[in-house]
């Protein structure tokens, strides 16, 4: 049985209102249609599964997460920490991101990180509490708002596909930088998780590298 590529409908609407006041996007928009749909889990177990996702291919990481599953059934704080070291290699996690994991875990039992609080927090607030946790920076954070806190207005500026797309989509010289990327992307609010879920999806659609 295949996997169906079903077009996100709830992206349509931002998409159309930033075609009408980007010209660039508009074409491309045109060419490539609608992203597919895409969601990710919120909580502990989202978290992990972003850490792992961290300089993998999208391949590599549901790999990883299924090897991982395999070994603990369900991915919880208590589940991680009583995973040994042999377990967490045989599910393919390198030694930083076994670290990463397990603090997390840490983080959470002992109360420091309230992932059940996030969604009543700011985007901005959501940022300054997860990035305490080792291991997880902006880049996480902002993939865990738009995808998992379903945020309307995030760019992942750090994300080396999204400034490559970016540089493809502005006919720019070389890769925007984050800082650059947050500046092109201005005139997209309040819809940049719109923008940033069609970058993704015109640099697979343009075979872009």
């Known amino acids: ?20 006041q980007d010209p660039d996007l508009a074409k491309a928009y045109l060419e490539c249609g609608l992203p597919p749909t895409r969601s990710q889990d919120a909580g502990f177990n989202g978290l992990v599964g972003m850490i792992i996702s961290q300089q993998v291919s999208v391949q590599s990481a549901k790999a990883i997460l299924g090897r991982l599953l395999g070994q603990v059934g369900e991915i919880t704080p208590e589940n991680i920490l009583a995973l040994d070291d042999d377990g967490m290699k045989a599910a393919g996690l390198s030694r930083p991101k ?9 983080d959470v039992l002992a ?7 996030l969604s009543d927090m700011s985007d901005d607030d959501v940022v300054d509490h997860l990035i305490q946790a080792k291991g997880i920076g902006r880049w996480t954070c902002e993939v865990y ?16 596909a999204l400034q490559e797309a970016m540089k493809h989509l502005k006919n720019l010289k070389s890769r925007p930088s984050p800082k650059e990327m947050y500046e092109l992307s201005e005139g997209w609010r309040p819809y940049r998780s719109a923008g940033a879920r069609f970058l993704w999806h015109y640099y697979r659609h343009a075979g872009i590298a």
């Open 1 to 20: 049985m295949s996997d169906k590529i079903i077009p996100d409908e709830a992206l349509r609407a931002p998409l159309e209102a930033l075609s009408k």
């Open 98 to 106: 076994q670290r990463y994991t397990r603090g997390l875990a840490e």
């Open 111 to 117: 109360g420091r990180l309230k992932l059940e609080r």
């Open 145 to 160: 708002l738009l995808f998992a806190l379903k945020r309307t207005d995030i760019m992942p500026a750090a994300d080396l």
